[in-house]
Each structure stands twice: as C-alpha cells, then as structure tokens.
C-alpha cells in the first residue's frame, strides 16, 4: 500500500503558492502520478526513475518555468547535497509489511531505508519477542537523515555500531543496500532473509589498465568532482591515460570510448552497470592507490 503525505504536499503548495512543479517519482510510484493532479495545480512529471534524493534536476526548473521541485520517495540529505528554496523532499511510507525473519545471531544491528521509517520500529519489536538484543543505528553521514536510516551511498548509521553487534538485519526488500551495509564486513541480511553479499570489484584489472575512464555523475547528489581530480591525478602518476566523462545515461554508446576500467565517481550503484564493467567506486578505488 503506498500513501502519498496529501496534507503536507497541500500544505507546501498552498503555503509557497506553487502552480508548477517538477515531479520525480521513483518507479514504482509512477502509476500514482494521476493522485498528484488533485493536489499540484500544475505538475510536470519526468520520465527518469529517481533512485533517491541525489537526484534534483535543478536544471529543469528554468526550462519548465516552474517554481519548485518535489522529490517523492526520499528525504532531505542531512548534509551532501545542499538544495535551496524549491526543493521539497516527501517521503512514502510502504505499510502493511510483516517480515518474519529471524538471524541465527544474538546481537542485531537494525538500520532501515526510508520506506520502511515507520514500520521498522515494528520489527524490532519482533526480533526482541524472539530473544534477540537489537542495536539501533547512528546517524547518518551525508546524504540520509534520521537516525538507523541508510542509503546505499551512505551506510554510516551501520558503520557507526559495527563493533557492537553481532550481524545486521536492514529493513529492506532487495539487496543493494544489504550489501553495502555486509562490505563492513559482519553478516547482514535483508528483513526478507536473503542473504547479503559485499560487493566484489576486480582491482587486479585496474593496475594493468592502460586507459582509464573516470565517469562524474551528472546529478547533483552523484557528483564527486573533487574525488575524481584525485584518482586521476594519483593515476597519472602510475602512468595510465586517464580521460574524465560526464553523464548518467548509461548505454553501450559508452564503450565507444574504448576504456580498460572505469571508475565511478557517481551512484555507487553504477559500478554493477553492464556497460561499465569492470568498474569501481571512485572511494573503493582511492583505498588502494
Ligand atoms: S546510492 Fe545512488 S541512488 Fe541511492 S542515494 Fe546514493 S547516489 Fe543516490
């Protein structure tokens, strides 16, 4: 079940005296775009799924001359990336969930993604009539919000009680931040009971590369400039031709650049694209050089 927050997008157009908004939505919100129409006097929806709050394309707003931006499903960065007046974040809690698992050990870190903010809590619960001492999460480190909340670029609130747990279950569906949150290395779990697994990037190929491609994220929350200058350079230095490329479309086009390696300097989750493999984020790679 998937609840838009009516009153408080109400309140926000009301309040501003929006007329056009951008809309992102990700995907499996699109079929309930209709419901914003009641609402938003003038919405225009994009046609890109929106994987989190990294995702603001500010750019549209003078194109479309629209006043504001809402981005659904997310919430606000605590810190990285900053947006000004006009970029309104609304989370969607998904409820009805009652997840069953149980892990085999004894001290649980729990951390959740933002859908489930508001059933997590639930959960603990379970784990607790079971026997279980649940550890909660910290806080995050850049671009989730509250407290236990992760998002796979930003596994901090685990990472902040590694050392006092056992394993983690992580209020999830699928396995992507499950196995940012297991490359900590402790086992972690998704609250379906999959099992998660750290992901594996092929180092070997990148210190026989002869030319590298730096790949920077167009969105302003996938954006690693500055990280990406400094693999660069540190890769010069080792003698490889490194060129730098912009974008977040990714297709096959790509190739045509004829790299041995790609480095991701964007959404980490890029680095598990066919098209740019083999790969690694630009922070895993910065461990080794
Ligand atoms: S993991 Fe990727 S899609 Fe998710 S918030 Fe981070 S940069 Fe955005």
């Not at 892990?103 to 903010?117: A, C, D, E």
């Not at 394993?167 to 499950?178: K, R």
């Not at 694209?273 to 690694?280: I, T, V, W």
Request: proline share 7%.
């Amino acid at each position: 079940m998937i609840d838009f927050p009516i009153d408080d997008i109400k309140a926000v157009v009301s309040e501003k005296k929006y007329h056009t908004v951008i809309c992102l939505l990700p995907a499996g919100v699109m079929p309930h775009a209709v419901d914003l129409r009641e609402v938003i006097p003038n919405p225009i929806f994009v046609s890109n799924p929106c994987y989190g709050a990294c995702d603001v394309p500010l750019e549209l707003l003078k194109k479309y001359d629209a006043e504001a931006i809402f981005n659904f499903g997310h919430s606000e960065p605590i810190k990285f990336p900053k947006y000004g007046d006009g970029v309104h974040f609304f989370e969607i809690q998904v409820r009805g969930r009652n997840p069953k698992f149980i892990p085999s050990f004894s001290k649980v870190g729990l951390v959740y993604v933002i859908q489930f903010r508001e059933t997590y809590m639930q959960y603990k619960e379970f784990l607790e009539s079971n026997g279980k001492t649940v550890v909660l999460g910290g806080s995050p480190e850049f671009m989730a919000t509250h407290q236990s909340q992760i998002t796979g670029c930003d596994v901090e609130a685990a990472k902040s009680i590694v050392g006092d747990v056992d394993g983690f279950v992580v209020c999830s569906d699928g396995l992507f931040h499950a196995n940012a949150v297991a490359a900590l290395g402790k086992p972690a779990f998704n609250w379906n009971g999959d099992e998660a697994k750290a992901p594996k990037f092929p180092m070997a190929v990148l210190f026989t590369a002869k030319k590298v491609g730096v790949l920077i994220g167009a969105k302003p929350g996938q954006s690693y400039p500055k990280e990406a200058e400094l693999v660069k350079k540190k890769l010069e230095k080792l003698g490889k031709t490194v060129i730098t490329v912009v974008g977040d479309t990714i297709t096959n086009e790509i190739n045509n650049f004829q790299v041995d390696f790609w480095i991701i300097a964007s959404c980490p989750r890029l680095a598990e694209d066919e098209y740019l493999s083999p790969s690694a984020p630009v922070k895993e790679v910065l461990k080794y050089i």
